[in-house]
């Protein structure tokens, strides 16, 4: 059975920092392009960046993260994190991972919320 479970979330000032962690089981990590996606509320959801299974040679990101959010893999634990500095109001959401194709069941998120 997949699953994906994310944690690291919460309240955070504008300006500070998170790390969210994406623990997946039931798959073969090492084998997919792993993603963080997130939807605000009352919006869809939207891609925030992927990183390549072949030991996160490659790393992209969304033009409204790119610079303050670094994605990253641990294959060993089956892991995909995300670091993100210098937090704005706007990047408040709930935060997903997933492979790159969306093609794993969704977890329940994590909740971030930025005060400003």
């Known amino acids: 059975q997949v699953q994906l479970v994310e944690s690291g979330g919460g309240l955070v000032q504008a300006g500070g920092s998170l790390r969210l962690s994406c623990a997946a089981s039931g798959v073969r990590f090492s084998s997919k392009t792993m993603a963080w996606y997130r939807r605000p509320l009352g919006k869809q959801r939207e891609f925030v960046a992927f990183?390549?299974?072949?030991?996160?040679?490659?790393?992209n990101y969304s033009d409204s993260v790119k610079g303050r959010f670094t994605i990253s893999r641990d294959n060993a634990k089956q892991t995909v994190y995300l670091q993100m500095t210098s937090l704005k109001p706007d990047d408040t959401s709930v935060y997903y991972c997933n492979d790159f194709n969306m093609g794993l069941p969704w977890g329940q998120g994590t909740q971030v919320t930025v005060s400003s």
């Open positions: 990183i390549t299974r072949d030991g996160g040679s490659t790393t």
